[in-house]
């Protein structure tokens, strides 16, 4: 099985800063897709930004030039660095890792964290 665990949420004032990140572990055999999505109150849940396995990443147009992906494939790990945060950045912010992983044979999947609560204050 693949698991995923997140650290770094909180509350923190408009236009401070957070990071978020992400740690992969199991039976993974390789990782395409590495990214952050978002979800407040009554609301879908949207992509914030994703990294591709060639470092391609992408970008929620609401959060370009305040947020920045990265990853060590090596660690396989994910972080957010979230600056000038506003209160419309207040969600769950989970963490989805794409690839392939061994389960007797290669297999792809798709998990999600659990999720980790960012608040801004006003």
């Known amino acids: 099985q693949v698991q995923l665990v997140e650290s770094g949420g909180g509350l923190v004032q408009a236009g401070g800063s957070l990071r978020l990140s992400c740690v992969v572990s199991?039976?993974?055999?390789?990782?395409?897709?590495m990214g952050w999505y978002r979800q407040a109150p009554g609301k879908q849940r949207d992509l914030v930004a994703s990294?591709?396995?060639?470092?391609?990443?992408n970008y929620a147009d609401s959060v370009k030039g305040r947020f920045t992906i990265s990853r060590d494939s090596a660690k396989n790990t994910v972080d957010l660095q979230m600056n000038s945060l506003k209160p419309d950045d207040t969600a769950v912010y989970y963490c989805?890792?794409?690839?392939?992983?061994?389960?007797?044979?290669?297999?792809?999947?798709?998990?999600w964290g659990q999720g980790t609560q960012v608040t801004v204050s006003s």
């Open positions: 990294c591709t396995s060639d470092g391609s990443t």
């Open positions: 989805n890792v794409r690839g392939t992983k061994y389960v007797g044979l290669p297999l792809p999947f798709n998990s």
């Open positions: 199991g039976s993974i055999r390789s990782i395409n897709t």
